[in-house]
């Protein structure tokens, strides 16, 4: 493509790049999906390394952020150009506002960062990118379909799935960042042993009077399959 298309992008949360906020969520990773730049995982006594680089494997790939809009193939008719305008569009028409306090949290089977409590500009923010972008997705094919359902969606997942290509949206989003892949299988010991390691390297920004603040929606992209996300811009709320 002219434009320099990529495989798949998606809208996500992002703290601002070189932010405090984002060097201690891309060193909990090892990763910078801005810079490309990686560090070595922080060392927790009770958690071989080898282990914590499989247990943080995935959101290592996908950078440090919240997810939106999940990442999506783009239609034929539009460029990469064009999905940066409808961004920015978007945009444009949203407020920033101060995230609430955010805690370390067990979510489903994996480890993150989530509110304290609820939070009306996080889902109608997170809504509107759903909405806004959907119309620059291809539709699902009927093996992305089989996966998602494999997992066990209710009803409404389903449905959700159908209409907007993810199934955790809308009345399903839950905003999170995500700090390991699934700890299913692993030993009890092990999570509550990274559940403190990951309060305490956060400590000094979840215990800040300062909110973390979301003024900006970034595009991240995976360049070719199965390759690490990367972030291509980050784009100002309300300008």
Known sequence: MSDGRRHRYAAYF???????????????????????????????????????????????????????????????QFGEQELRAGMQALCRTLEPFDMPALEVALLDDFLALVPARPNASLRATADAC????????????????????????????????????????????????????????????????LQAAARQHFAPLLASTAPLRFEAVSLFAEPSPGTDFVCLAQMELGR
Do not use: K, N
């Open 14 to 76: 992002a703290p601002q790049v070189e932010s405090a906020w984002w060097e201690a969520g891309s060193r909990w990773l090892g990763r910078c999906a801005a810079s490309e730049r990686t560090w070595p995982l922080p060392a927790i006594a009770e958690v071989p390394m080898e282990l914590l680089q499989r247990l943080t494997a995935a959101p290592r790939r996908y950078g440090w952020h919240a997810t939106l809009a999940a990442p999506f193939v783009l239609r034929q």
């Open 130 to 193: 759903v909405t806004a972008l959907h119309a620059f997705a291809e539709p699902l094919p009927p093996s992305e379909l089989q996966r998602r359902r494999a997992a066990g969606l209710t009803p409404e997942e389903d449905a959700l799935l159908l209409r907007w290509g993810y199934p955790f949206v809308m009345d399903r989003f839950r905003f999170h960042m995500s700090l390991t892949g699934s700890l299913r299988d692993v030993e009890p010991g092990i999570v509550a042993a």
